[in-house]
T-cell receptor, first 112, second 113 residues
């Protein structure tokens, strides 16, 4: 049941450049989307979210874009820093939150 | 900033034994969850709990699993008779209300031998 998919298991980016992480979903009932960051041996840490009524949300270096017609969202990190190296999970929910469906994760490596 | 705390951080148990994983959610949150992540796989929903009862559970959450909120602060996951395939990271999460994020604890690594 792959309702949320992250097709790139890994991404390598140079420090200072833009990191773009992608996520696709299939369930049109999803109305709230989130990105989480996860370090080894820690729990997922909330990064940024977007409601389905918006197409963009920005928080500092992080911007999430939502394209509902394509059922696609992306996370942009500008500029990327070595401390951003982690696994990034896309997640979605319906009925305005609560239970999350996660993608498989993308491991981001930012090289100095 | 308030956080979700989980104990123990690592639990080793023998197959067939019972384990209880403990969580203290964020104090003013109303909804509580357990998720698990088998090594190398995605984070999977197990169960949600609201108003002292299970609100939703996944097909993974069979009769071997149970949850309880024994007092005003703790939230526990019990696995009655552990199997090798129960080895995973178990994450507790809590949530205040609609369109706000789930906050996760750092997890309990369960190893069943």
């Amino acid at each position: 049941d792959q309702q949320v998919k992250q097709n790139s298991p890994s991404l390598s980016v140079q420090e200072g450049r833009i990191s773009i992480l992608n996520c696709d979903y299939t369930n049109s009932m999803f109305d709230y989307f989130l990105w989480y960051k996860k370090y080894p041996a820690e729990g997922p840490t909330f990064l940024i979210s977007i409601s389905s009524i918006k197409d963009k949300n920005e928080d500092g270096r992080f911007t999430v874009f939502l394209n509902k017609s394509a059922k696609h969202l992306s996370l942009h990190i500008v500029p990327s820093q070595p401390g951003d190296s982690a696994v990034y999970f896309c997640a979605a929910s319906y009925n305005q939150g609560g239970k999350l469906i996660f993608g498989q994760g993308t491991e981001l490596s930012v090289k100095p | 900033e308030p956080e979700v705390t989980q104990t123990p951080s690592h639990q080793v148990t023998q197959m067939g034994q019972e384990v209880i994983l403990r969580c203290v959610p964020i104090s003013n949150h109303l909804y509580f969850y357990w998720y698990r992540q088998i090594l190398g796989q995605k984070v999977e929903f197990l169960v949600s709990f609201y108003n002292n009862e299970i609100s939703e559970k996944s097909e993974i959450f069979d009769d071997q699993f149970s949850v309880e909120r024994p007092d005003g602060s703790n939230f526990t996951l019990k696995i009655r008779s552990t199997k090798l395939e129960d080895s995973a990271m178990y994450f507790c999460a809590s949530f205040l209300r609609g369109n706000s994020p789930l906050h996760f604890g750092n997890g309990t690594r369960l190893t069943v031998t």
